[in-house]
Nanobody, 115 residues
Framework: QVQVVESGGGSVQPGGSLRLSCAASGNIGSIYAMDWYRQAPGKQRELVASITSGGVTNYVDFVKGRFTISRENAKSTVYLQMNSLKLEDTAIYYC?????????WGQGTQVTVSS
């Protein structure tokens, strides 16, 4: 029984910042990796950033230099610090937790960047 909950989404002006949080709870074993995805209306879900159990991070090109993924293992929590937000960053952001044998998704949190 694992539950994944995202928070921190909202509305922001271009150039602004948001910090997303994702907390996993329940019968959690060892976390293999944690990822952030996003999906805009009419588009495919795409990977934004990931962090492995060894602390190795990965970012897609369109967020490099603007977004930072981090984690607190003791809290089973992953964060996504988003700076210099652009209109095209508008999407529902989903957290993905990869355990030993299963993957769990959060419900998503809406990020809206507008003038």
């Amino acid at each position: 029984q694992v539950q994944v909950v995202e928070s921190g989404g909202g509305s922001v002006q271009p150039g602004g910042s948001l910090r997303l949080s994702c907390a996993a709870s329940g019968n959690i074993g060892s976390i293999y990796a944690m990822d952030w995805y996003r999906q805009a209306p009419g588009k495919q879900r795409e990977l934004v950033a990931s962090i492995t159990s060894g602390g190795v991070t990965n970012y897609v090109d369109f967020v490099k230099g603007r977004f930072t993924i981090s984690r607190e293992n003791a809290k089973s929590t992953v964060y996504l610090q988003m700076n210099s937000l652009k209109l095209e960053d508008t999407a529902i952001y989903y957290c993905n937790i990869r355990l030993r044998w299963q993957t769990y998704w959060g419900q998503g949190t809406q990020v809206t960047v507008s003038s």
